[in-house]
Nanobody
């Protein structure tokens, strides 16, 4: 079983990227899925989370209105659409499975509540 992130790259400020988190060996529809980002030497920061039934979508405050999380069960993939990217969005982005249902409803989403991680995809924002 694995999670594989893709879609990262170099974009100018104001640009857009769509990250993908493709699962193999299990069904993403059975899990809450979170997106996190991390700069080397710092803790992972929660970006967004989507609940099992897709009715719950949670975003960090600085991403609301710019990022959108979605799921395609037929492709066994969760996406993170990122628009109006800023310099401070440059990070390595990871997806992970949540350890219990309802995790995306929490006020504060933390990496300790996610237990299966991909290797990440790098996002660089530069002109």
């Amino acid at each position: 079983a694995q999670l594989v992130e893709s879609g990262g790259g170099l974009v100018p400020p104001g640009g857009s990227l769509r990250l993908s988190c493709e699962a193999s060996g299990f069904a993403v529809e059975d899990f809450s899925i979170g997106w996190f980002r991390q700069v080397p030497g710092k803790e992972r920061e929660a970006v967004s989370c989507i609940g099992r039934s897709d009715d719950i979508k949670n975003y960090a405050a600085s991403m609301k209105g710019r990022f959108a999380i979605s799921r395609d069960n037929a492709k066994n993939t969760v996406y993170l659409q990122m628009n109006n990217l800023k310099h401070e969005d440059a990070d390595r982005y990871y997806c992970a499975t949540g350890t219990y249902e309802g995790i995306c409803s929490l006020i504060k989403i933390v990496e300790e509540d996610f237990d299966f991680w991909g290797q990440g995809t790098q996002v660089t924002v530069s002109s």
